[in-house]
Nanobody, 128 residues
Framework: QVHLVESGGGDVQPGASLQLSCAAS????????MAWFRQTPTTNREFVAA???????????YYEDSVKGRFIISKDNAKETLFLQMNTLRPEDTATYYC??????????????????WGQGTQVIVSS
């Protein structure tokens, strides 16, 4: 079982940037599909971005439409860490951000029910 811990959230103004990190443990990090989701007190957990598992360590990347061109998902297999670079932040990006993992590939990378492993979240607040 993999354990996930998010960090890097904060309180910033619109247009600012943040980089979120998700540190994994237990090893074999490269064998998992990885994703970021976000959730507010009034919304269900929403897909943000994902990196699909690939045997050649070059899996397909998926983004929710509202973050395309602003957010970049990446990972460092050697350090067993997933990243989300968040640029041009908007108030509507305010949420608690969670990382998630599933061993190998998934049929639907946007469905939180497909991910059995979750971190505890890091809060992002974008407000002027």
């Amino acid at each position: 079982q993999v354990h996930l811990v998010e960090s890097g959230g904060g309180d910033v103004q619109p247009g600012a940037s943040l980089q979120l990190s998700c540190a994994a443990s237990r090893g074999y990090f490269s064998r998992y599909s990885m994703a970021w989701f976000r959730q507010t007190p009034t919304t269900n957990r929403e897909f943000v971005a994902a990196i699909a598992y690939s045997s050649d360590d070059n899996g397909k990347i998926y983004y929710e439409d509202s973050v395309k061109g602003r957010f970049i998902i990446s990972k460092d297999n050697a350090k067993e860490t997933l990243f989300l670079q968040m640029n041009t932040l908007r108030p509507e990006d305010t949420a608690t951000y969670y990382c998630a993992a599933q061993r190998y590939a998934l049929s639907d990378y946007t469905d939180p029910r497909r991910y059995p492993y979750w971190g505890q979240g890091t809060q992002v607040i974008v407000s002027s």
